[in-house]
């Protein structure tokens, strides 16, 4: 029994790291296509994605399930501590699989920070632009710089003086 188990986690987590390297390219084309504006591929590595993430929750929970079951629900001190008391057969491998889901997750998690910095950058350089021509549209004097037709000229000029 105890064997069947380690050979469910072993293959879990194997199919756990293919997930977790393929939602990392899914994320590095993200990362591609917004900075070429390819809208169309964006949307459809987007929903990819979201299909893989999917999947992940599915096997996170699944793999969950099978290390309470195959752990006992035992504490350890750490997962390299379980993996050295518990397995007989495949040690070497689930620590390995264990290493790489680690390292992958922590690179999706830095690269969605670096994706998501970067999109709050362009919303926040379209927000300045949109400003920006709003003010210049609702300001008469600036679409006019030479003054307004009718008006006092002074107010004109500190209105350029302040846009300016």
């Known amino acids: 029994m105890k064997i069947k188990l380690e050979t469910e986690l072993k293959d879990t987590l194997q199919e756990e790291v293919i997930l977790v390297e393929d939602i990392y390219a899914l994320y590095l084309s993200i990362k591609k296509y917004l900075d070429e504006k390819n809208e169309t591929m964006l949307k459809e590595t987007v929903?990819?994605?979201?299909?893989c993430?999917?999947?992940?929750?599915?096997?996170?929970?699944?793999?969950?399930?099978?290390?309470?079951?195959?752990?006992k629900h035992e504490i350890f001190e750490s997962t390299y501590m379980a993996i050295e008391k518990l397995c007989a057969v495949y040690k070497?491998?689930?620590?390995n699989y264990f290493h790489r889901?680690?390292?992958?997750?922590?690179?999706?998690?830095?690269?969605?920070?670096?994706?998501?910095?970067y999109v709050e950058t362009s919303l926040d350089i379209l927000d300045l632009i949109f400003k920006d021509a709003q003010e210049s549209v609702g300001n008469n004097t600036y679409r006019n710089p030479y003054g307004p037709k009718n008006g006092n000229l002074n107010e004109a000029s500190v209105l350029i003086n302040?846009?300016?």
């Open 101 to 117: 889901l680690r390292i992958g997750m922590i690179n999706i998690q830095n690269l969605n920070y670096l994706i998501s910095s």
């Open 162 to 164: 302040k846009k300016l």
């Open 47 to 51: 929903a990819k994605t979201n299909i």
């Open 92 to 95: 070497k491998e689930i620590y």
């Open 53 to 71: 993430l999917s999947k992940f929750k599915d096997i996170e929970i699944k793999r969950d399930e099978i290390w309470k079951e195959f752990t």
